[in-house]
């Protein structure tokens, strides 16, 4: 084979890779959120969280619900599982985020950095988007541990509201899936490392993590998995999304 051949050969291999790399930077971030989370049709989510440190391991189990009010986002977090912990809320709105629990008057105001479970905050519980959230600093080429090439990327909050001021992912270039990603405290240090370890087809075609690994970096031997269990639809009112009416009694 000529030279000129192969090298053609090898440029066209290459070229869905190249282009889907060279994606805007608004479009990239959208199809990084797609490749991630479940389509639209899915709005309840079953999860077993797994949390193990070098002394011990403890499960629970909750229901991850999420809707679009006033075409912003809204999330709420409910332990099924331990016994000791089912009922407790964390509520993530467009203004804060709140915790509340069976034994409590009223809820309390906290953070989407706040641990829900092990070290899956609130934020990754309820799941970290990145459109409309950050903005692409960098965009530059790494080997994964395999050798592959990945396409990392260097995104920033785009204000102080977002959960996480900075995040570097790094991507399959071809798939457009994220392999790994490591989320940084305000203060610019390393904190979580997250690990997309494993991707599901539903029967439509969609494509969404089914598992996320979380490590920490503060203190090692620490990992939090979670799992999705069952994604659905279901209809439910936006009331079950105001703080105000957390505990008050169904009907």
Known sequence: MKLTSAIALVLLAAAPA??????????LLSALDEARFPAADVNVLRIRITSSTPDAAREAEILLQFKQIGGQDAARIEFLAPAEMAGQIYLSTPDATYFFGPDLASPIKTSATAEVFGDS???????????????????????????????????????????FQAITVRVDPTALRPVS????????????????????????GDVYVSVQEISNRLFLGRATTSEILEASAMDFPDSLFDPSLLGTPAG
């Open 18 to 27: 190249i282009a889907q790399t060279n994606l805007s930077d608004s479009d």
């Open 121 to 163: 905050a609130v934020a990754q519980t309820s799941g970290i988007r990145f459109l409309s959230k950050y903005t692409i600093a960098a965009r530059r080429t790494v080997q994964g541990t395999d050798g592959a090439d990945l396409l990392e990327l260097d995104l920033a909050a785009v204000d102080y509201t977002v959960a």
């Open 181 to 204: 990603a490591t989320l940084f405290a305000v203060s610019g240090l390393p904190f979580y490392d997250i690990a997309y370890a494993s991707y599901v087809t539903r029967d439509t």
